[in-house]
């Protein structure tokens, strides 16, 4: 929560006895009043001061508005100072434009600090669609927007709209930045994430009705257009009552268009309107036959249009609330879900909150939910689940869009793929699992394939051939081969999640470059009194609990004849939930040359490895990128190639021995780029091994190498550090110590050399945000943003000079 004052420098609000108050001086602790018109700048968020991105100073980004057909073009600066990105525009097919998916490391490399990109591509298909960061976990802290694709031809059966609101839900994770979380998960640590040091408890996992978990990482808070309440012990009492919650004007006897947008890097939210039905006419920007429900259960990555129609006469407030899918307790004890909400405000409607609760469900009113994860809740919840393929297409959408059959009655081909967690070594004590695709980590490569030509395509990739992949878990760049399938057939794709395990989840899959029909979707068996799963799908064999290669369990079924699949009027997604222990059927043409990423939309297993390419079509039938399309790699040089360099140094002495530097630096960071300058070096006729970014070279991308090579001139105790924003900061130095030739003669023996490396240390921020809060001149509020104890002032050297800008928190030795 920061506002910008008229000349433009950021200062911190802080809270007092229940108020939003602005700081006013930064040598005092002096607080002014929030206007209403500062409130609407500031991006409150749910309270607590975090690094998060921004996209034009807008958080979620700005909505692009468009019709179908036309080329839309955005222009994207990084003004960041470290990360690297790139912005998928999700949902949209990409046809003719494949490097234009911003699928990073396959459609294209990311945009560097101060590099811009232009992505130029036709808006296709309509609906309500989204951009967001594929870059990491980067989307989860605000590189995100909604992407409208108004039709050309309106809608014929629908009443009139009034309004159309736009909704982009997502959970908030007030403790950690996606770049810590990022971190956290490559580590397996997630599960522990809540505070590392159990102050109070131990987080738990949490699981959903059928015993499935859910809770994986723990529920902060829960944002709508970017904004929300943190709820302690997920009660109905906000943290902080007096935080903006985002509000929908409406009047009486009217209808409105909701597109509501899961941007969520993890959690599926179950959506309602306090006494107020939502008819679902579209799903992932495809028109469905309207379908009334009480609430939609939306996974990352899926979108959901309804209808809203208002009450006769009403001036009240009424909640839009939404619950992530935890219910249980790992002991299944009922628990709290966790709730992100907003307001529905009638015409003369009080300016408070609403009083309003969700409808109950009875025998009598039972609820009717659409997507849910499972089969059905228990008995006693009174909850009807609906699944998305008992959804239908419209007329019109399947006379656009047909659904893909067998041509002149030949099988269609047919992939089984099992999203599920499995180990190297599944008889160790303790397996280490990995979320995987039929066992195969996704491995990113080092060049994107969709814009990368000649031999280095081939060696930016680590082949699965090359490995056995069938016995158990490899790492590999995993490709679903549609190379030798004729363009223009169709194909069907299983999708299930099946593993032995207890941690085992639904998956919501996007396909890019794809729309898809969902043929048909089945959940595991249940028991109906208690919702736990008895079994799962018997319809599907696995060669062992591994399942690397499941197959269907009746041999008539394979090639396309599974019975009871919808091809009249299926509906049209491109992002589809896995239920765990159940399995869904999908079919699409290929009718799109290119690479396209397949992928579970949380976030976490996708940067772990579920994640595979398709490659579709041969690569003469891909369109070529434009001219000038940037290229990255990795920069290995041999010792051959510096023998023109050596001669340089060397000069006349070649008879004399010269010490040569040579680091290969890899970056296995997943947003960060660096440069290692070799504080000290002369670097003689090497300028370009300096190691500064920008200067005398370009940073080294995300799974990236470079190797220095030069000369170790002059001797002396120097050092290396990354020299790109202030990531040094964090930890990437050490000691470079070039040992003279010739002792010294006038000291005496000395017995060993000790080395010191001294260093502040910052305990509250990493370098990131300490880098932002400097660009945001907020360093002198940065000690405690809300003034908690009491606000700090700047000290002084003896002489009356200002000294400490920043606060000193630690300092470490070694
Ligand atoms: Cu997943």
Redesign the pocket.
């Known amino acids: 929560m920061v506002y910008s004052d008229e000349k433009g420098y950021a200062k911190p609000i802080v809270i007092r006895n229940g108020t939003l108050l602005k700081r006013s001086s930064y040598n005092k602790e002096e607080f002014k009043l929030l206007t209403p018109k500062e409130l609407e700048q500031v991006l409150t968020v749910d309270g607590v001061y975090k690094l998060l991105f921004s996209i034009n100073g807008e958080f979620p980004g700005p909505p692009i508005v468009v019709y179908e057909g036309q080329t839309i073009e955005v222009l994207v600066r990084n003004h960041l100072s470290n990360e690297v990105f790139t912005v998928h525009w999700h949902g949209m097919h990409q046809k003719h434009t494949p490097w234009m998916d911003g699928a990073s490391m396959v459609s294209q490399c990311p945009i560097g600090p101060g590099q811009s990109f232009m992505y130029r591509f036709k808006a296709d298909p309509a609906g309500t669609h989204w951009y967001h960061a594929h870059q990491g976990s980067m989307r989860g802290d605000g590189l995100a927007g909604p992407l409208i694709v108004l039709p050309r031809k309106k809608r014929t059966d629908l009443t009139r709209v009034e309004d159309d609101f736009i909704i982009v839900i997502q959970e908030w994770s007030r403790n950690k930045s996606s770049l810590e979380n990022h971190e956290i998960h490559a580590w397996n640590m997630h599960l522990y994430a809540d505070d590392f040091n159990c102050t109070e408890s131990c987080y738990i996992v949490t699981h959903t009705t059928d015993g499935t978990s859910m809770g994986i990482e723990p529920f902060h808070s829960g944002l709508i257009n970017g904004k929300g309440h943190h709820y302690p012990d997920k009660t109905e009492t906000p943290l902080v009552p007096v935080l903006p919650l985002e509000i929908f004007k409406v009047k009486p006897n009217k209808n409105y268009r909701f597109r509501i947008i899961n941007a969520a890097t993890f959690v599926s939210f179950r959506l309602s309107i306090d006494e107020h039905l939502l008819r679902v006419i579209a799903m992932d920007g495809h028109d469905v036959e309207p379908e009334a429900v009480q609430s939609v259960v939306i996974a990352s990555g899926e979108r959901y249009d309804v209808l809203v129609q208002t009450k006769m006469n009403s001036r009240k407030n009424f909640f839009i609330r939404a619950e992530s899918m935890e219910l249980k307790s790992r002991y299944q004890d009922p628990i709290y879900p966790g709730v992100v909400k907003a307001i529905l405000r009638y015409k003369d409607a009080p300016e408070s909150l609403p009083d309003t609760t969700r409808q109950e469900c009875t025998r009598e009113n039972a609820c009717k939910v659409i997507n849910c994860p499972n089969k059905l809740y228990p008995e006693a919840d009174h909850v009807d689940c609906f699944s998305v393929a008992n959804l239908r297409s419209t007329q019109e959408t399947i006379n656009s869009c047909a659904v893909p059959v067998s041509q002149n009655g030949e099988r269609i081909r047919e992939d089984f793929l099992n999203?599920h967690f499995t180990a190297a070594n599944p008889e160790s004590p303790n397996p280490v699992m990995k979320?995987t695709i039929n066992g195969h980590v996704f491995t990113t490569p080092t060049c994107p394939p969709q814009s990368t030509y000649g031999t280095k395509a081939s060696s930016c990739i680590n082949d699965c051939n090359k490995q056995e992949c069938l016995k158990h878990q490899c790492s590999c760049t995993h490709f679903l081969n549609y190379e030798n399938t004729s363009l223009g057939s169709a194909v069907q794709l299983v999708l299930l999640?099946r593993d032995g395990l207890q941690g085992a989840?639904?998956?919501?899959?996007h396909i890019h470059g794809h729309s898809f029909h969902v043929l048909k979707t089945v959940y595991p068996e249940l028991d109906p009194t208690t919702g736990l799963v008895t079994n799962f799908s018997r319809d599907i064999e696995c060669e062992s609990e591994t399942c690397l290669k499941p197959r269907w369990s009746s041999k008539e079924w394979a090639g396309g004849n599974l019975p009871n699949l919808n091809l009249r009027n299926p509906p049209l997604k491109d992002t589809v939930v896995v239920p765990r222990g159940g399995y869904v059927v999908l079919r699409f043409y290929l009718d799109n040359p290119g690479y396209w990423f397949l992928h579970?939309?949380?976030d976490?297993?996708?940067m772990e490895g579920?994640t595979l390419i398709i490659k579709e079509g041969q690569r003469i039938f891909h369109p070529k990128p434009p001219k000038g399309f940037p290229s990255c790699g990795e920069f290995t040089w041999s010792l051959n190639d510096y023998k023109d360099v050596r001669i340089a140094i060397l000069g006349n002495e070649t008879t004399r021995r010269i010490v040569m530097i040579e680091v290969l630096v890899r970056n296995h960071l997943s947003n960060e780029v660096f440069t290692i300058h070799w504080h000290g070096m002369h670097q003689k006729h090497t300028p370009w091994m300096d190691g500064a970014s920008m200067v005398s070279q370009c940073p080294i991308g995300p799974g990236q190498s470079f190797i220095y090579r030069f000369k170790a001139d002059p001797a002396g105790n120097h050092w290396y550090h990354a020299q790109q924003g202030s990531m040094r900061g964090d930890g990437l130095v050490g000691p470079l110590i070039v040992l003279p030739r010739q002792k010294r003669t006038d000291l005496p023996r000395i017995e060993d050399i000790f080395i010191i490396v001294i260093q502040e240390w910052n305990s509250n921020k990493s370098s990131h945000e300490n880098h932002e809060i400097h660009a945001w001149k907020m360093h002198l509020y940065a000690k405690d943003f809300n003034c908690t104890e009491s606000c700090y002032i700047v000290t002084h050297t003896t002489d009356g000079n200002l000294m400490g800008m920043e606060p000193f928190h630690s300092g470490l030795i070694n």
Do not use: E, L, R
């Open positions: 999203f979320a999640s989840t639904d998956h919501p899959i579970c939309h949380m976490a297993h996708q579920m």
